[in-house]
């Protein structure tokens, strides 16, 4: 596929829209970072990790890792090699998701992967952020998507099964919980054109 319709400009809003949950309103504006959102992105992964036993990370992020972290991807999506969008939720970054290709021979080929507070799962959020996200890919050229989730996290493998993702494979004792017991990594593709 050619590499064509990519726009990014930093804070550039990508879709937005409303949700309700519990009678609260939500205002939803998936859009690209910018340097100014360092704090908010911080702020978020670091809540994400303390409660999500979903993520690699284990460990909390300093602000220096998290900057050095968002000034490479803020070229890297300039030069078309990563998409990062935030999720901000009534103006808090409150997710996150991200498509990284390794480049060379496989430079078609995207690792996505997204994460989002857990008060804003069950209401399409993570499906829509993934919809954009796929959307934003084939804009810089990837046409097969790779993603995975540990075994026991059932709802995200049912929200990329949903989106046509196949399972391909699981690694047994991928991640190690914290209370020593082990869970497969389950390996997932997409082919988008």
Partial sequence: ??????????????????????????????????????????????????????????????????????????????EKKKIYIVAEINGRISGGGMNETKGGAASHVGEIGISLREKYTNMGIGTRMMEVMMNEAMKIGIEVLKISCYEHNKRAKHVYEKLGFKHIGTIPKARKCKDGSYSGEAIMYKILV
């Fill in 1 to 78: 596929m050619k590499k064509g319709g990519f726009d990014f400009t930093p804070g550039k809003i990508l879709e937005e829209f409303n949700r309700e949950k519990n009678s609260r309103k939500l205002h939803v504006i998936f859009r690209y970072p910018k340097m100014s959102d360092l704090d908010g992105i911080l702020s978020n992964i670091n809540a994400t990790i303390r409660e999500s036993e979903f993520l690699r990370m284990n460990k909390r992020i300093t602000k220096e890792e998290e900057r050095k972290w968002l000034k490479n991807t803020l070229k890297a999506i300039k």
